[in-house]
């Protein structure tokens, strides 16, 4: 029996192991990456500030050159701008080989972005005093880049200087969303579309069935309508065509339209008749 319970205590230590492995190879940059100066270890990527050393104060006290061990008192907190994150590069340097903050630029976002200082990793503070690193040492690389960008890499800021290229870097894994919120958002929009179809159908039945009901009714009224416009047309052919207005004729002068008549002679007087002769007294 405790043989049988050792057992399954053995087999379930195994696949919390076998979880926990997949799990950190899923969430693990893809480095080891080889660059010219040594060996890229991991990366980081953060919004939390970081450790910089207080130029300020280090020259007031007389120290120009980086020192590899920062007293608390020198250390400032820097947090990353506003809608950006810090990506940390840490770098084993090989022995006779150097490191510059110069040698890589970040590309991420669609820009390129310097690099922001370099710290030993023993002492975890970024120094602008240290700019080049010679090996072997382990240091940091400090660069910032959009919080939204899902991909970065490191780019020779040096294009005649041949450098060895630095693979890309996700950043952000993109997620597929789950198809079901989508299909429910999706068939609201079914179902109001075959309620409207629905609905548009009920309409057109309905007035094909009142259509139906008065088929006669509206013949009769078209026949009426054709017949009234067959009659109007008639009646407009038989008026005669509206006799055209002549133009009014000029009215001769009175002179011109009635001469004076001729100056008529006066009639001849009637030969006046010879007086009777008297009778003869035939008595004397």
């Given at each position: 029996?405790?043989?049988?319970?050792?057992f399954?205590?053995?087999?379930?230590l195994?696949?919390?192991?076998?979880?926990?492995a997949?799990?950190?190879s899923?969430?693990a940059?893809?480095?080891s990456?080889?660059?010219?100066?040594?060996?890229?270890?991991?990366m980081?990527?953060?919004?939390?500030?970081?450790?910089?050393?207080?130029?300020?104060?280090?020259?007031?006290?007389?120290e120009?050159?980086?020192?590899?061990i920062?007293?608390?008192?020198l250390?400032?907190e820097?947090?990353?701008?506003?809608?950006?994150?810090?990506?940390?590069f840490?770098?084993?340097?090989?022995?006779?080989?150097?490191?510059?903050?110069?040698?890589?630029r970040?590309r991420?976002?669609?820009?390129?972005?310097?690099c922001?200082?370099?710290?030993l990793?023993?002492?975890?503070?970024?120094?602008?005093?240290?700019?080049?690193?010679?090996g072997?040492a382990?240091?940091?690389?400090?660069?910032?880049?959009?919080?939204?960008?899902?991909?970065?890499?490191?780019?020779?800021?040096?294009?005649?200087?041949?450098l060895?290229?630095?693979?890309?870097?996700?950043?952000?894994?993109?997620?597929t969303?789950?198809?079901?919120?989508?299909?429910?958002?999706?068939?609201?929009?079914?179902?109001?579309?075959?309620?409207?179809?629905?609905?548009a159908?009920?309409?057109?039945?309905?007035?094909?069935?009142t259509?139906?009901e008065?088929p006669?009714?509206?013949?009769?009224?078209?026949?009426?309508?054709?017949?009234?416009?067959d009659k109007k047309?008639?009646?407009?052919?038989?008026?005669?065509?509206a006799k055209?207005?002549k133009?009014?004729?000029?009215?001769?002068?009175?002179?011109e339209?009635?001469?004076?008549?001729a100056?008529?002679?006066?009639?001849?007087?009637?030969?006046?008749k010879p007086?009777?002769?008297?009778?003869?007294?035939?008595?004397?």
């Amino acid at each position: 029996m405790k043989a049988k319970s050792a057992f399954f205590q053995i087999r379930r230590l195994l696949c919390l192991a076998v979880l926990g492995a997949a799990f950190y190879s899923h969430a693990a940059p893809p480095f080891s990456a080889k660059i010219h100066a040594g060996t890229i270890e991991r990366m980081q990527r953060t919004s939390e500030p970081v450790s910089f050393v207080n130029i300020e104060g280090a020259i007031a006290n007389d120290e120009v050159n980086p020192v590899d061990i920062v007293p608390d008192g020198l250390r400032v907190e820097v947090a990353p701008g506003d809608g950006e994150v810090f990506l940390i590069f840490t770098v084993a340097v090989l022995p006779n080989r150097s490191l510059s903050t110069l040698d890589y630029r970040l590309r991420a976002g669609g820009a390129e972005h310097e690099c922001k200082g370099m710290a030993l990793e023993s002492n975890n503070a970024f120094d602008l005093r240290r700019v080049v690193q010679k090996g072997p040492a382990m240091v940091k690389l400090l660069f910032s880049c959009p919080e939204t960008a899902e991909e970065a890499t490191l780019v020779n800021a040096f294009p005649n200087v041949p450098l060895t290229p630095v693979p890309t870097i996700t950043l952000i894994e993109k997620t597929t969303p789950p198809p079901e919120p989508e299909a429910e958002v999706a068939a609201e929009p079914a179902a109001e579309g075959a309620e409207k179809t629905a609905d548009a159908q009920k309409n057109a039945s309905e007035k094909e069935e009142t259509t139906a009901e008065t088929p006669e009714t509206t013949e009769e009224a078209d026949k009426k309508a054709e017949d009234a416009k067959d009659k109007k047309t008639a009646a407009a052919d038989k008026k005669p065509a509206a006799k055209e207005k002549k133009p009014a004729e000029e009215k001769k002068p009175a002179a011109e339209e009635k001469k004076p008549a001729a100056e008529e002679k006066p009639a001849a007087k009637p030969a006046p008749k010879p007086a009777p002769k008297p009778a003869e007294n035939l008595w004397f």
